[in-house]
């Protein structure tokens, strides 16, 4: 789906806002390994951004984005990622909310949330990055 194909329909790629959308949309809805998969999207679609386009579009920093990665992982029960994610975080933004956040969150650690099923389907997501570009940009399908 970063790509523009939206399980049968093509768009334009995604950037990396719209992962870290899709990321945090999954995070609040406890579909944790897809959160993880969105935000390493995006982190990937950030280093392949200038400085400037960073700023003009108001994208989270890497340090902020591997801080909410770090959350992630504090709910799924993978405490050494997310210290390592917030070691990591803290060494490039130790000022970044996100970062008091999960060493809050380290320091009294939520309950483990059982990695489950949800109802949130790839198609759940196709369906929000066509709603997302629809709005700026034809969406068709591919076999137009």
């Excluded at 993978?78 to 490039?92: F, P, Q, V």
């Excluded at 309950?111 to 066509?130: F, G, K």
């Amino acid at each position: 789906m970063v790509d523009g194909d939206y399980l049968g329909y093509k768009g334009p790629a995604l950037t990396s806002v719209d992962a870290v959308e899709l990321g945090v949309f999954a995070f609040s809805a406890q579909d944790y390994l897809t959160s993880l998969d969105w935000l390493n999207a995006s982190i990937t679609k950030h280093s392949d951004m200038t400085y400037t386009q960073t700023l003009l579009i108001e994208l989270p920093t890497i340090a902020v984005l591997k801080a909410l990665m770090g959350l992630v992982y504090l709910r799924i029960g993978k405490i050494d990622e997310a210290k390592h994610l917030y070691n990591e975080s803290k060494m490039l933004d130790p000022k970044s909310f996100s970062l008091a956040e999960l060493e809050q969150q380290l320091l009294n650690p939520p309950d483990v949330e059982p990695v489950i099923e949800r109802e949130l389907t790839l198609s759940n997501y196709s369906r929000l990055c066509r709603q997302r570009h629809q709005q700026f940009h034809q969406v068709s399908l591919h076999s137009e």
